[in-house]
């Protein structure tokens, strides 16, 4: 049983680059959102969604992206890395019933030079 | 504005006793609160909640307890045991949908 997947694990940018942190889960949640977080801040919503074809942003959505055009996958793309997006990304979905337990992928570690 | 804060960064607690990690919020529109567990190089996990209807929740050896007139929770673990070692967050969802706020974290030890 997977449940929440992300890739990658590690990832080191340049500042300007772009890239995409895939998240897929294969439990059909309808909820699925993207925190960061970040020493001494906990975790941050970044963008939500809560079905395919709908998104919306959290508490800090600048310079993020999102799109879910299916149920499973939920990428999180970064347009043009900035050293403030260095951080550790988590992945999560919901059941509608219980929206608010969350399962959380593993994490992605990023680093923007 | 930090709405959930946990002002304790970290906490060391010797196996077998009793552990309580604290929380406050600010915003008295919360009406249900949630703790989660995360090891290192793992992504969070639930742990238990509690609805504001309630002043307790139990779940084994885990008990929250809610003080809604102080806009405080805690959680207590008893007893105890190595394996708990982690970082714990409270949480409560904002607004609808799956908006959770977090606290900072408390990172608990539990020394054997």
């Known amino acids: 049983n997977a449940g929440v997947t992300q890739t990658p694990k590690f990832q080191v940018l340049k500042t300007g680059q772009s890239m995409t942190l895939q998240c897929a889960q294969d439990?059909?949640?309808?909820?699925m959102s993207w925190y960061r977080q970040d020493p001494g801040m906990g975790l941050r919503l970044i963008h939500y969604?809560?079905?395919?074809?709908?998104?919306d942003q959290g508490e800090v959505p600048n310079g993020y992206n999102v799109s879910r055009s299916t149920t499973e996958d939920f990428p999180l793309r970064l347009l043009s890395a900035a050293p403030s997006q260095t951080s550790v990304y988590f992945c999560?979905?919901?059941?509608?019933?219980?929206?608010?337990?969350?399962?959380f992928g593993a994490g992605t570690r990023l680093s923007v030079l | 504005d930090q709405q959930v804060k946990q002002n304790s960064p970290s906490l060391s607690v010797q196996e077998g006793r009793i552990s309580i990690l604290n929380c406050d919020y600010t915003?008295?529109?919360?009406?249900?609160f949630l703790w989660y567990k995360k090891y290192p190089a793992e992504g969070p996990t639930f742990l238990i909640s509690?609805?504001?209807?309630?002043d307790k929740n139990e779940d084994g050896r885990f008990t929250v307890f809610l003080n809604k007139s102080a806009k405080h929770l805690s959680l207590h673990i008893v007893p105890s045991q190595p394996g708990d070692s982690a970082v714990y967050f409270c949480?409560?969802?904002?607004?609808?949908?799956?908006?959770?706020?977090f606290g900072a974290g408390t990172i608990l030890r539990v020394k054997s």
């Open positions: 949480a409560a969802p904002r607004e609808y949908g799956n908006k959770l706020v």
């Open positions: 999560a979905s919901a059941r509608g019933v219980a929206k608010n337990i969350q399962y």
């Open positions: 439990m059909n949640h309808e909820y």
């Open positions: 915003n008295s529109m919360f009406d249900y």
């Open positions: 969604s809560v079905g395919a074809g709908i998104t």
């Open positions: 509690i609805s504001s209807i309630k």
